[in-house]
């Protein structure tokens, strides 16, 4: 749904798209943590001052407390092997971009809201101090608990902290959140090239749909980005397609509301939703 999207509105080429899948038996390269980050960081690597780079998600997301600030939320999506790319690391690809590149990031997952550490906000709510108090339906969440439960599972270790067990379990695979100190995790730049599209706010619950005709099953904010292009020819800034996908979502039985957010700076709420550019690069996991 989304590579055909990619292909057919926004002209990218197909050679230039990398689809990552979690499906058992499929020949598709796995989504794992090590995998995402390889291709995020090739996309980066080989970007071009001009480029265009797209990163799609469609999974579970999680939230937790900073080691050293517990006050302070962090947020994350999980990959299929429990390893995870953290707000933190999704923040230092934004600052490895080439001049005038942009890299939009849609999560189409729980809790993603804040997905790109320290992003402003444009549309939706800031990042909240506390976690999230919302219960989210299943599939697109994984609590704290039950991911800090599995993760010990795996280890065998007993420490409340999940960063000590991905070190243990992926070592140097695990989030630059975890394994560089706190004076070396990467700063926002004063403005930057990061775009992200999120499913819901920071706290909020996200859920999947059934077969439509708009598609096959899937996230329902990745469908109504879909119904959403397919009934707006023209080109549509990231603005307005945030906002149009909040009055689908957000207008729904009241269990079922998610309301989706836009995070980047001034400049690039009126740019247009994958605009046009030098080169096409895209991530789908």
Same mark, same amino acid.
């Given at each position: 749904m989304m590579k055909k999207m990619?292909?057919?509105r926004f002209g990218f080429d197909p050679k230039a798209i990398m689809v990552l899948t979690d499906k058992p038996g499929s020949k598709k390269?796995?989504? !794992?943590?090590q995998?995402?980050?390889i291709q995020l960081g090739n996309m980066i690597a080989k970007a071009l001052p001009g480029d265009r780079l797209f990163f799609f998600f469609s999974g579970h997301g999680t939230t937790f407390p900073d080691e050293h600030n517990e006050k302070l939320i962090r947020h994350a999506i999980v990959a299929c092997d429990n390893n995870n790319i953290t707000c933190m690391d999704f923040r230092d690809y934004v600052n490895g971009l080439p001049k005038d590149a942009t890299l939009t990031v849609m999560a189409d997952s729980c809790c993603s809201g804040g997905l790109i550490d320290q992003e402003p906000v444009q549309v939706g709510l800031p990042y909240h101090p506390h976690p999230p108090n919302k219960s989210c339906r299943p599939p697109k969440m994984?609590?704290?608990?039950a991911y800090l439960a599995q993760l010990s599972?795996? !280890?065998g270790l007993n420490s409340p902290n999940i960063g000590v067990h991905l070190v243990q379990l992926f070592k140097s695979e695990a989030s630059i959140l975890f394994?560089?100190?706190p004076n070396k995790h990467p700063q926002p730049l004063k403005a930057d090239q990061g775009i992200l599209l999120s499913a819901g706010e920071p706290d909020e619950a996200t859920s999947d749909e059934p077969a439509d005709k708009n598609g096959p099953a899937g996230g329902a904010f990745t469908k109504a980005v879909v119904a959403i292009l397919k009934g707006h020819p023209t080109p549509i800034t990231n603005e307005q397609l945030v906002n149009k996908a909040r009055g689908i979502l957000g207008n729904r039985k009241k269990d079922e509301r998610q309301y989706p957010c836009l995070y980047c700076s001034r400049k690039n709420v009126d740019a247009v939703f994958l605009g046009k550019? !030098?080169?096409?690069r895209v991530e789908i996991g």
């Open positions: 990619l292909i057919g390269l796995r989504a !794992t943590g995998n995402i980050k994984l609590p704290y608990n599972s795996q !280890t394994t560089q100190p550019a !030098t080169h096409g």
